[in-house]
């Protein structure tokens, strides 16, 4: 919309603000919360959703409303959404743009983490970016929240249900599963 | 509409302001209109803030007594020394630098006929629209033989997060073993209702991590229930055996008169001697709602629950701990950090819509309230509402706490242990940054 058209539209009393207010960034601002201005998130156990896939962001927050998939809060938070709200939601964070961020991490976690990558490249890479429009980037995602994710597939009454996850996740030990989720947090 | 596009129009709007003057008593010869901001704990801060940055043109100023804020959530944590008062603490200038006017100074009165705000510098600041994010007072009437100034030394009730905090955390770790660590909660509602039970939680982590397994925490409450009762016994037993004991208030748990020099807290029929005695005395919204006649009978704000404007006066908005928003049948939302600032959100919304002479777009009301209870054992509770038919709706299907019973225990309760402190340095983030 040009300034032009904005004011026509403004001053005719046409209701655009309140169209504006009415869109999904109103609803997209209540996630800020907990996952950082405008899904880029500052704290190190709540991952940034700002840039990943909105097939993804689509799939995980339906599943998570459907009780399908675990969730510690999620999903009790879903079922309160439509799920044009969610697939809304999704169209809105996956626009944005995919901010890895920097972070303190120890140096020889790191160089561990790049040895105990066998079970992850296929999907993740050794660089974490995106392989296909539904793996998540993990490149600068925030370190603890990637380890505590992993203790989803890692513990077996959790029962996830992606099993190359699982599989992969059960084979690591404690020490190796924060060193992975700290090597892809060190990648740009 | 994009962001950018939205950008755009929000340009606009302001280069559209002096045809909008002629019809819109709020727009002022400069084209700008005056939004005050009182009081910068969440609730306030993410008002100027979101305020600024969805319509930069406006001229937004935050009133506020002090220079750092201090975060009330997980300052618990501080005193069971699993967290540190600086992680807490935020100042103004990301506000400053959004370009948020703030005046480092208290509100005395509000002149709401007038649309101004006087100042104890005796300053008086004009406005088109009034965010009150107040906060909370505390009566100290209410429990005979307690006053401000005991709480300011000897008797801290650290409700709200700052050097009472540490007092607290220093008589924890005087305490000898074997001693009773008294914690007083008054009836309801009052602000972050699971914190009193959290640090109850807190204190017997410190107890028992310290070898003081002899000590007793006991929780003398004018309540009958609290906030996620099944998840903090649960804790208790998994963590602390029978180190907290909970009195409710059918079982003269109601704490009505203390004695400061002996320690010792009197309910109806009984007496309780302490060797830490944590009063937290009832509370009423911030003084300032009250002096300005905001408030109702129990002393809290009633809003219009769709836009968070006060129902009793036209042009002020009231978020936060100060308001009571949602009634029965539709459950009234906690008085949380998180509550507070979806409350500013749609405040916010409300107001640029005002301003605009357009209907108040749809609110968003959501809250996630974290508790942590032992290490690596956290929970929540989350709540969700949504309009229909024109009324604030608590959305049932959603909405409630973490899990009792599950398989999945011990993971379920590291991860929110986890989120809990992720959330923190967002909330913060999204509101002070």
């Given amino acids: ?188 | 509409m994009s962001r950018l596009n939205r950008r755009d129009f929000l340009k606009a709007v302001t280069l559209a302001a002096p045809a909008l003057a002629l019809h819109a008593p709020w727009a002022h010869a400069d084209g700008k209109s005056r939004v005050l901001v009182v009081g910068g704990g969440f609730g306030g801060a993410v008002a100027a803030k979101y305020l600024k940055m969805l319509a930069p043109q406006l001229d937004v100023t935050l009133v506020e007594r002090n220079r750092v804020y201090v975060s009330c959530p997980l300052s618990n944590e501080v005193i069971s020394g699993h967290g540190e008062i600086k992680d807490l603490e935020a100042g103004y200038d990301g506000l400053q630098k959004r370009g948020v006017n703030v005046v480092f100074d208290e509100a005395t009165a509000i002149d709401a006929a007038k649309r101004t705000v006087t100042l104890k510098s005796g300053t008086t600041l004009a406005y088109d629209a009034l965010v009150l994010s107040p906060g909370i007072d505390f009566n100290y009437a209410g429990v005979e033989g307690y006053t401000e100034e005991l709480a300011n030394g000897d008797l801290p009730h650290a409700y709200k997060a700052g050097p009472q905090t540490l007092v607290l955390k220093k008589q924890l770790e005087a305490m000898p073993d074997g001693g009773t660590f008294i914690i007083t909660v008054p009836p309801g509602p009052f602000r972050c209702p699971p914190g009193p039970y959290e640090r109850a939680s807190q204190v017997a982590a410190y107890l028992r991590g310290h070898g003081k397994t002899k000590s007793k925490v006991l929780i003398l409450d004018a309540n009958d229930s609290f906030s996620k009762k099944g998840l903090f016994e649960q804790a208790w037993k998994t963590h602390y055996g029978s180190m907290i004991e909970w009195v409710p208030g059918a079982s003269d748990g109601k704490v009505v008169k203390i004695d400061p020099g002996t320690k010792t807290a009197y309910t109806n029929f009984g007496e309780h001697k302490a060797d830490v005695l944590n009063v937290i005395p009832p509370h009423h919204a911030g003084s300032i709602a009250r002096n300005a006649g905001l408030t109702n009978e129990k002393g809290w704000c009633t809003v219009d629950m769709l836009t968070m404007e006060s129902s009793v006066q036209k042009d002020i908005w009231v978020v936060g701990d100060a308001c009571t928003h949602g009634d029965l049948p539709v459950y009234p939302m906690p008085k949380s950090a998180h509550a507070a600032v979806t409350q500013a959100k749609v405040a916010v919304g409300a107001i640029l819509a005002r301003l605009a002479g357009q209907p108040a777009p749809t609110p968003y009301f959501v809250n996630t309230c974290y508790s942590i209870a032992a290490p690596d054992w956290g929970f929540s509770v989350v709540h969700v509402y949504r309009v229909e038919g024109g009324k604030l709706i608590y959305a049932q299907e959603a909405g409630g706490i973490s899990a009792i019973e599950t398989p999945a225990l011990t993971t379920l309760r590291k991860l929110e242990a986890g989120y809990a402190l992720g959330w923190l340095k967002n909330i913060m983030a999204d509101s002070f940054a």
């Fill in chain 1, 1 to 188: 919309m040009g300034i032009r058209v904005a004011i026509v539209a403004f001053l005719a009393g046409l209701g655009t603000w309140a169209h504006a207010a009415d869109s999904i960034e109103a609803l997209a601002n209540t996630c800020n919360n907990c996952h950082g201005v405008n899904g880029v998130s500052v704290g190190p156990t709540m991952p940034s959703i700002a840039g990943l896939p909105q097939a993804y962001l689509t799939n995980v927050m339906l599943e998570w409303k459907s009780g399908t998939r675990f969730s510690a809060t999620m999903g009790r938070l879903l079922k309160g959404y439509s799920d044009v709200q969610i697939a809304d939601l999704a169209a809105h964070f996956a626009k944005q743009r995919w901010v890895p961020q920097a972070q303190k991490l120890d140096e020889a976690r790191v160089r561990l983490g790049a040895q105990s990558l066998k079970r992850c490249e296929k999907c993740h890479g050794n660089d974490g970016l995106p392989r296909d429009g539904e793996t998540p980037p993990v490149n600068g995602q925030w370190a603890g929240y990637l380890y505590l994710e992993s203790l989803k597939y890692h513990d077996e009454a959790v029962g996830m249900s992606n099993r190359q996850m699982r599989g992969a996740m059960k084979r690591l030990r404690d020490e190796d599963l924060r060193a992975v989720a700290d090597y892809y947090a060190s990648q740009k």
